[in-house]
């Protein structure tokens, strides 16, 4: 494993993608920055941290062998590894939100982007974008974010939280091969924010509408139950979970 520290980048994702394109990367090469100036989030969003007190950081996956029909399982795969090493530091009440981040009861500690390197039907490689709020204590106009240090009350040593994070993602990886795809799927279910409870959703165009989460689909879309059971699939810009 390749650790890369940086002081600044606008991009750990971005800065990984260079090094790809220069070939001066292998599997599991990380990048790790202190100040991230234009960290992003799932559809263009901004992820804001502030500069030493957080992991802004980026993974590169080669050879991932998964389909580009069934992209939505490496989600999955990294979704769990930081569930469990952050389950295992005992942050409370944790849950998977639905696309991409990672809650302490309603508030976020994590997100996580990914992008894919697609060649022919298979994913030939993946850049492994995670943002975890760490030691930051004031959000300002973030009303539903919070911290390690919050939650628990004490102060995180970075690179023993990183290094947590990456045997946890390795072994992650390792165990989802013996698991198989539909065991993986069971997991992220357990896991998942509001699964199976009465929830107000907006959609695209404003709409507000009650369902039920039943899970996720193969292409990454969440499957509601609406009135009457019926069943509709949304994706990432489509649907808004409100509360």
Not at 31 to 36: C, D
Not at 48 to 58: A, D, H, P, V
Request: glycine letters at 8%; aromatic letters at 8%.
């Amino acid at each position: 494993m390749q650790i890369i520290k940086l002081d600044a980048t606008d991009s750990t994702n971005a800065y990984l993608k260079g090094l790809i394109t220069s070939n001066d990367s292998r599997d599991f090469t990380v990048v790790v920055a202190k100040n991230q100036l234009k960290g992003r989030g799932q559809m263009g969003t901004q992820w804001i941290s502030e500069e030493g007190k957080n992991l802004t950081f980026s993974v590169l996956k080669e050879n991932n062998d998964l389909s580009s029909d069934n992209p939505f399982l490496l989600n999955i795969i990294v979704s769990l590894a930081i569930f469990n090493c952050l389950n295992n530091l005992q942050v409370p009440d944790l849950k998977v939100k639905w696309p991409n981040d990672i809650l302490s009861g309603t508030s976020k500690i994590c997100g996580i982007l990914i992008e894919n390197i697609i060649s022919g039907n298979k994913i030939r490689a993946s850049i492994i974008g995670i943002g975890l709020n760490v030691n930051q204590t004031v959000f300002h106009t973030i009303s539903n974010a919070s911290s390690m240090k919050l939650l628990l009350g004490k102060t995180f040593d970075l690179d023993e939280l990183l290094r947590a994070l990456l045997k946890s993602l390795e072994s992650t990886f390792q165990d989802a091969q013996k698991m198989g795809s539909e065991k993986l799927w069971k997991a992220y279910g357990e896991i998942l924010f509001r699964k199976d409870k009465p929830s107000t959703f907006q959609d695209s165009n404003g709409k507000k509408f009650m369902g039920f989460i039943r899970g996720v689909s193969a292409e990454g879309k969440l499957i509601i139950a609406l009135e009457d059971n019926v069943k509709k699939e949304f994706g990432f810009k489509e649907v808004t979970l409100l509360y």
